[in-house]
């Protein structure tokens, strides 16, 4: 029989184990090892049961069992003690607390009081399913490094009723997916509740003037509260119940429902959160990937509430908020039908001021090659936002290339989209004994301080060794667990199955590759030769042996055939004890796999990696890149630290790239990275492996932690976003709103009418100087509306500028003594710095104190 209800009884704890509950519901279990050992410690057997989930673990206790429990004086004591650790942690300042004196010291206004974070997933850990890949995985590190310095984020989210899919095979190596149910009582989570005890809710307006409503749960991240929204509310229809049903399924409509309730939603359960709690109210909003974009609309209608018109709204919000773009292609980006938009942004949608064609403008693709018929969430995104990055320093020339529409007539280097590299979450993913014998031979600072990891050469060699084979050992129990599990869902009989207790070896070199399988991450490119793999993995002196997982997207019919290609040459009973493909990857697949990995191998099609960080999590961990130079590889690698594919670049026909790339694998495999892995000196030990291992500890470990990333993110994008959203008062906006109107009016008849230049002698040298003299017709527009600019630099045969630095020319006066006319001078002087081929020419730009970049408006116009 089936239940018609369903509902969880909670475990009612013994007063001296109420601290339990507390050590439970805050996620900082999940990345610090004393509490995990504390709730394993109450049984290890139910702990692995329940999956490693405290939540679920406490309710398989029965009140006889508590009782006894709480009459166990040590562990009340190591309780009290856990108890004690977190409440120190969650009070106590720490690296944000101390910035105000440092602002203080430089005439700056404090640091935002708090920082709100919109992200489609957040990866916190695996009991708690809201991610399917590394944006989720990126945005929980970002909430939990971000605890760790005490930066005041509120995460704002979806709550997904069944998460992602969990992955399975078929006997034929089919990716088959499941969506379990997920009960959010049974979540390490709490529904938000209004003073009175009922459930607080939210409230979106959707096609039609019908209203959406949702329930608010919170995620407590260490310090970070983290807000879900869950449409699963008795108010709704069914239709719009599923709304939050999973991550990124369903039809275009669907998707538009998801990314409103998590925008203008988000909006509104920040404004309900500060209401119940006293929090204060964002200063600065983060929007990580254009699914969030929404969120924009709703604060500019909050503003024209308060009597701003809609430019003057929009400047208010573009001042203080930030997007991050991580898809380096167009056709990761969400595009809507501009059909679709209307029928939601119409005049029942419930956004006070805001017209249909208004929102219709911010999305639109107008730049060559743009499709008319489409609203563009990321151009949504950048044009709500003042500043702008990408995750890598590559990725950002990509994304300055891929959007430079936007800016016409701007180089795409001042296209203005910066760059922050992504980082990992250190007490996540590196394993408990390599922290632990850090801090034995280097201190406690290991924990806590970045320049640290630089001093892993003091750890001796045999003892690094040895924890790295200890790694690897557990990796291949676990995979030989997990190949077990998932013959037996394949339809297979534990009689024959004796052949898994021998797959793989932990003496052996190990190479992982995990990730999302979409065509251009190229999970099968090792399998270009399959000959030539099998003789790598079967080498009689330098075996290889392969740990790969991966899932594609449910409607990825292309990626679910790589999959299959990928398990079916892995079940070939001749080498399927040296290549291992593990279903269902996740973030407990991945605490196991990282540390277990001698070798992280990652091969994408260059340049559309974004920045890729299971390599960072594989070096922290003692392994070293393989990698294409894509992504944060691109950057960091310095030769030494791990090997770099070689691409073939600029070759057109890609079978051809493909076969190409899969040679330079195979023969780096073969020729440097298997040979270096066996030679061993005379105590046994790979001396040359282990030296390349400490260096990769030393040169990447302080660059790929994500404490240096949320630092560079408050520093370079957080405090300055902050400044101008206080100093956008509705007085400046309303200023800086009558500035582009009128810049944008005047600006097609600015033109520069001419330039003269005097100075050089006729074979110019380095240290002569450039006397430049330009006169502007500005049609209108105040010389303090502009900036005149001389460009100079090297110069292509075909007269084009590179490399090139941009001087202000000075204002000196109206042309002709008549400042009727239009026409005024600008001046200045620049000294020749290089030999070579040089160039100049002339432009002119708005300019005003409330922009953040030249190229800001999009308008210039060059001599």
């Keep these: ?27 900082r279990w999940s990345w610090h090892r004393p509490t995990l050992e504390l709730f394993a410690s109450l049984s290890p057997a139910r702990w692995e049961a329940a999956r490693r989930d405290p939540v679920a673990m406490l309710g398989s206790f029965s009140p006889e069992e508590l009782q006894n429990l709480a009459a166990d004086r040590d562990f009340v004591a190591r309780l009290e003690q856990a108890a004690a650790d977190l409440h120190g942690y969650l009070s106590e300042p720490r690296w944000y607390q101390s910035l105000d004196a440092e602002l203080a010291a430089e005439s700056r206004a404090p640091a935002p009081r708090s920082i709100a974070y919109f992200s489609p997933e957040f990866g916190i850990t695996a009991v708690l399913p809201q991610y399917s890949g590394g944006l989720g995985i990126l ?30 095979l078929t006997r034929d ?43 608010l749960w919170k995620a407590q991240v260490g310090r970070v509260p983290l807000l879900l929204l869950d449409s699963d509310h008795e108010a709704n229809d069914e239709a719009f119940r599923a709304v939050t049903d999973r991550l990124y399924g369903g039809t275009p409509e669907h998707r538009l429902h998801q990314e409103m309730l998590l925008g203008i939603g988000g909006v509104r359960a920040l404004r309900l959160w500060s209401r119940l709690t006293g929090a204060p109210a964002p200063e600065v909003y983060h929007t990580n990937e254009g699914h969030a974009g929404f969120l ?35 056709a990761g980006i969400d595009r809507f039908a501009r059909e679709l938009i209307m029928s939601h942004f119409g005049p029942e949608s419930g956004l006070a001021g805001l017209s249909v064609e208004r929102v219709l403008a911010l999305g639109a693709e107008t730049y060559p090659g743009g499709d008319a018929a489409v609203f563009n969430m990321a151009v949504m995104g950048l044009r709500l936002a003042q500043r702008a990055n990408g995750v890598s320093q590559l990725h950002g020339v990509v ?17 203005p989209i910066t760059s922050i590299t992504n980082g990992v979450h250190a007490p996540t993913w590196v394993d408990h004994r390599m922290i632990e014998l850090a801090e034995q031979h280097i201190g406690p600072q290991i924990r806590s301080e970045a320049r640290a990891w630089e001093e892993i050469g003091k750890i001796p060699a045999d003892q690094l060794w040895a924890t790295r084979r200890q790694m690897r050992a557990d990796l291949v129990t676990e995979s030989r667990q997990r190949m077990r599990a998932s013959w037996l869902r394949r339809g297979a009989s534990n009689a024959e199955l004796h ?85 269902n990857y996740d973030i407990a697949m991945a605490q196991s796999l990282y540390p277990g990995c001698d070798v992280w191998l990652n091969n994408p099609l260059r340049p559309f990696e974004a920045c890729g960080t299971s390599g960072m999590k594989s070096a922290l961990n003692g392994g070293l890149n393989l990698s294409v130079l894509d992504g944060w590889w691109d950057e960091w690698f310095d030769g030494e630290n791990g090997w770099a594919i070689p691409t073939a670049d600029g070759v057109e026909d890609p079978d051809y790239r493909d076969d190409l790339e899969a040679a330079g694998l195979y023969d780096l495999l073969e020729n440097e990275v298997a040979p270096r892995f066996y030679e061993r000196d005379a105590e046994g030990l790979p001396q040359r492996w282990l030296s390349m291992v400490r260096h990769t500890f030393a040169s990447l470990g302080p660059k790929v932690l994500a ?43 600015v033109r520069v009418e001419h330039v003269d230049s005097s100075g050089l002698s006729d074979s110019p040298q380095v240290g002569d100087q450039l006397s430049v003299r330009a006169v502007a017709f500005l049609d209108g527009l105040d010389p303090d509306d502009v900036q005149v600019q001389v460009v100079h630099g090297r ?25 009727a006319d239009g026409k005024h001078v600008f001046e200045g002087h620049l000294t020749l710095r290089r030999t070579g081929p040089f160039g100049y020419t002339v432009r002119v730009l708005p300019r005003h104190e409330g922009l953040a970049a030249p190229a800001e408006l999009g308008l210039v116009t060059n001599a």
Excluded: C
């Design 707 to 749: 404490s240096r990333m949320v630092a560079d993110y408050v520093r370079q994008l957080y405090l300055p976003a902050a400044d101008a959203g206080r100093a956008t008062t509705p007085e400046v906006a309303r200023d800086l709103a009558a500035f582009k109107a009128r810049v944008r009016t005047s600006w097609p008849g």
């Design 173 to 215: 190596g089919w990716q088959h997916e499941d969506y379990p149910v997920l009960d959010p009582h049974e979540l390490p989570i709490s529904l938000v509740r209004e003073a009175d005890g009922t459930p607080a809710e939210v409230s979106v307006t959707l096609a039609g003037g019908r209203p959406l409503v949702a329930h």
């Design 499 to 583: 052949w898994i207790d021998d797959i793989l070896d932990p003496d052996v070199l190990t190479i992982g590759f995990a990730r999302r399988v979409p065509t251009y991450k190229r999970l099968t490119l090792m399998l270009r030769d399959p000959e030539r793999l099998k003789r790598l993995l079967l080498h009689p002196e330098r075996p290889i042996q392969l740990v790969i997982a991966g899932k594609s997207h449910p409607a990825d019919e292309t990626g679910k055939r790589l999959i299959q290609q990928m398990v079916r040459f892995a079940d070939d009973a001749g080498v399927r004890h040296r290549i291992v493909f593990l279903p």
């Design 139 to 168: 945005a929980g590190d970002h909430l939990k490094s971000a605890s760790d310095l005490g930066v005041p984020i509120v995460g704002v989210g979806l709550l997904y009723q069944r998460g992602y899919f969990e992955q399975s």
């Design 1 to 27: 029989m089936r239940a018609i209800r369903r509902f969880t009884v909670r475990t009612v704890l013994p007063e001296p184990l109420k601290p339990l509950d507390e050590l439970a519901s805050n996620l």
């Design 399 to 415: 994304s300055r290339e891929m959007f430079d529409g936007l800016w016409p007539g701007f180089d795409p280097p001042e296209v």
């Design 795 to 819: 110069v292509s045969p075909e007269d084009l500028i590179t490399d090139f630095v941009v001087q202000d020319l000075q204002y000196a006066g109206p042309a002709d003594n008549d400042p």
């Design 296 to 330: 924009g609309l709703e604060r500019i209608s909050e503003l024209v509430g308060t009597g701003l018109s809609f430019d003057e709204a929009l400047e208010t919000v573009r001042a203080a908020t930030v997007f991050t773009t991580h898809t380096p292609v167009p």
